[in-house]
């Protein structure tokens, strides 16, 4: 079974930072992309970032670039999500996620895996 386990999570006011860890297994980085979609209260869930060690590839949602960076350790399995400058804006919660391609980040329900969510609050 694949499961994905999210953490990181909290409480911070604006300007702060969080960084957010997945850990993954049943399956393998070198040959899955994974990151994280995020989902405001009465929102659609939308794709935040995503990394893929096999083809290489590295995307951001437009917004975000620049404060938040996708890292992963594969020999660990998991993957980091350092969110830098954060506003009120960035409260939801965040969704680790896996799939075969990072192309897949534009859509939810394109997704195949994902872990439980983890909650981030910003506070103005």
């Known amino acids: 079974d694949v499961q994905l386990q999210a953490s990181g999570g909290g409480l911070v006011q604006a300007g702060g930072s969080l960084r957010l860890s997945c850990v993954a297994s049943g399956l393998s980085l070198d040959t899955y992309a994974i990151g994280w979609f995020r989902q405001a209260p009465g929102k659609e869930r939308e794709g935040v970032s995503c990394?893929?060690?096999?083809?290489?590839?590295?995307i951001y949602a437009g917004s975000l670039k620049g404060r938040f960076t996708i890292s992963s350790d594969n020999a660990e399995n998991t993957v980091h999500l350092q969110m830098n400058s954060l506003t009120p804006e960035d409260t939801a919660v965040y969704y680790c996620?896996?799939?075969?391609?990072?192309?897949?980040?534009?859509?939810?329900?394109?997704?195949?895996?994902w872990g439980q969510g983890t909650q981030v609050t910003v506070s103005s």
């Open positions: 990394i893929s060690s096999r083809d290489g590839r590295t």
């Open positions: 996620a896996a799939d075969r391609s990072c192309s897949n980040w534009l859509k939810a329900n394109w997704i195949t895996y």
